[in-house]
């Protein structure tokens, strides 16, 4: 009962909260994911792209290095991902290295290293109602109702609390959903071969929009 409550506390705080008071706890995060995803189910999914493939064969490992990523060009994509982290402040560590000995694992450590870059690429800042709109979009390149879970309690939370913004936050959720649904798969990608690219030459390549 008490794994139950602390799966729910997760999933609330990364809904109302933002994701900086979760994302660093990577046990509770992992818990609420295998609450909603069977492990056959997300390696038949994720092994559909050839990214995802070649990610899966060979373990392939992205750690964000603020040292390195501050130096890139400005219209880079890694140093759109320096800015975003910068944003965060003292609430940003840098995650750990996860274990990623069976596919499983490295799908999982590899949802949790590329969180970051996501919200670089689509052009989203830290608020919360930013980290639901990047759920909106990994709703649409997910399996399972992980995602869908997190947009659904977020507009529940804009009911009661802001009754005035649920048409706009409906209408943000659904327009970044059709964004994932035509962008190309974006687990499994290689990052490392994209920091120091232009941003917007990475967003032309996967199919991306900005958020606006």
């Known amino acids: 009962m008490k794994r139950y409550r602390e799966i729910f506390k997760s999933i609330l705080t990364l809904t109302f909260k933002g994701e900086d008071l979760v994302i660093q706890d990577y046990a509770n995060l992992q818990s609420v994911v ?19 493939v070649a990610a899966i064969k060979n373990k392939t490992r992205f750690q964000i290095k603020m040292n390195e990523l501050k130096f890139l060009p400005p219209e880079s994509l890694g140093f759109s991902l320096y800015q975003h982290i ?5 609430s940003y560590s840098e995650l750990s290295s996860l274990p990623a000995n069976t596919d499983y694992d490295y ?3 590899h949802l949790y290293e590329s969180h970051d870059v996501w919200h670089a690429v689509l052009g989203l800042n830290t608020s919360i109602d930013d980290e639901v709109n990047l759920q909106a979009f ?6 399972g109702y992980l995602f ?3 947009c659904v ?3 529940i939370g ?15 959720l659904y327009q970044f959903h059709q964004r994932g649904k035509k962008a190309k798969h974006l687990f499994g990608v290689d990052w490392n071969q994209f ?3 232009d941003l917007n030459l990475v967003r032309a390549k996967f199919g991306i929009t900005a958020s606006t």
Do not use: C, W
């Open 34 to 52: 295998d609450l909603f995803e069977s492990k056959e189910k997300m390696l038949k999914f994720y092994s559909q792209s050839e990214y995802a």
């Open 195 to 197: 920091m120091s690219v």
């Open 138 to 143: 990994l709703a649409a390149q997910s399996p």
């Open 86 to 90: 910068a944003t965060l402040g003292d």
């Open 158 to 172: 804009v009911l009661f609390f802001r009754p005035s913004q649920l048409m706009n936050r409906s209408r943000a």
């Open 153 to 155: 309690l977020h507009l």
């Open 107 to 109: 799908i999982a450590a």
């Open 148 to 150: 869908n879970s997190f």
